[in-house]
């Protein structure tokens, strides 16, 4: 081989090299879905669908800034045990998230409705939030700006939580949780309640999810009217797509 060629070859693998390791470059947004099912749907330790189970869907959409907007909704039964007419949630929320070295952030806003509900206290929800990540923890804050889930006189109700969030690898994870939700209004307090679970999630890949969690709380006053206690200890089963 003459000098011309090696030099040649020589100067074509360097710039394979240098091509192979450019990244590609992030896009500027996006736009995810997801659809599921679970055996119980639980918010924060509570049973919102009778201990049945409930089929949930949501998207997202995400920008390189930092900025996302989102939609969830799950069937529920709450509501129409409380004598009202909606049988799902339909979840609206949108913030920014950021991080400064290795602490993340997260603020936005939250607001929960309730289609056609016919309750005479409005169940609709509006919660600010923010949130700090360090490491695999994240605590926050959630601030109900109206009525929190139709109890009266509850403005300015909050939840507080910390969970974590742990890689045990090959597909499985691990995430402890803690919470405290405080319902404002000297009427409410007996509705004030800590809540806790601990959940084991499987990622198979291809966007299909599996999570089996522990969920539970230490108040009995949320009663369905078949009697059963909504709040006590269970194990939750779900299944979730993601695309």
């Given at each position: 081989m003459n000098l011309k060629a090696s030099a040649l070859l020589s100067t074509l693998a360097l710039s394979g090299a240098a091509f192979a390791q450019t990244a590609a470059p992030a896009p500027d947004y996006t736009l995810s879905f997801n659809v599921g099912a679970v055996s119980e749907y639980r918010y924060r330790g509570i049973s919102q669908s009778r201990k049945k189970p409930a089929l949930q869907a949501g998207a997202d959409f995400a920008h390189k800034s930092g900025f996302y907007i989102g939609t969830w909704g799950s069937t529920i039964k709450w509501i129409s045990d409380a004598g009202g007419d909606a049988d799902v949630e339909i979840d609206v929320y949108?913030?920014?998230?950021g991080s400064v070295g290795a602490f993340g952030y997260d603020v936005g806003v939250l607001t929960y409705q309730y289609p056609d509900h016919s309750l005479p206290i409005s169940p609709n929800t509006t919660e600010v939030y923010l949130a700090g990540t360090f490491g695999p923890a994240t605590l926050k804050y959630s601030h109900a700006t109206s009525n929190l889930f139709g109890f009266a006189n509850?403005?300015?109700s909050y939840y507080l939580d910390l969970s974590a969030a742990f890689d045990l690898g090959g597909g499985w994870s691990l995430t402890p949780h803690i919470g405290y939700q405080k319902v404002k209004g000297a009427a409410n307090d007996p509705?004030?309640?800590t809540d806790y679970s601990l959940t084991l999630g499987?990622?198979?890949?291809?966007?299909l999810a599996a999570?089996?969690?522990?969920?539970?709380?230490d108040n009995d006053n949320y009663i369905a009217p078949n009697g059963k206690n909504l709040g006590n200890g269970t194990v939750v089963l779900g299944l979730k797509y993601s695309f």
């Open positions: 949108g913030g920014y998230k509850s403005k300015n509705f004030s309640y499987k990622d198979f890949g291809n966007g999570s089996a969690a522990l969920v539970g709380t």
